[in-house]
């Protein structure tokens, strides 16, 4: 995931969200998971700014560009 936030940040996007994956995620990521979005340079509520979180964290970024209203994701 960091090198996906690398890429994001080169690519214009300025916004991020944390998913989820696993069948039975924590309550730190599910806490992050709830933010939504924020800023690509925010820290999320666990102190994190990128998934993995912790040992066997499987949970993944989205990405997108809020300027112009236009919600493409990556």
Not at 30 to 47: P, Y
């Amino acid at each position: 995931n960091s090198a996906r936030l690398d890429t994001a940040n080169s690519l214009g996007f300025d916004e991020k969200s944390w998913e989820t994956e696993s069948g039975d995620p924590c309550e730190d990521c599910l806490g992050n998971e709830d933010e939504s979005w924020i800023d690509i340079d925010a820290t999320f509520s666990s102190g994190d700014d990128a998934p993995t979180a912790h040992p066997r964290c499987m949970c993944v970024l989205n990405f997108r560009k809020s300027s112009g209203g236009d919600d493409e994701e990556e």
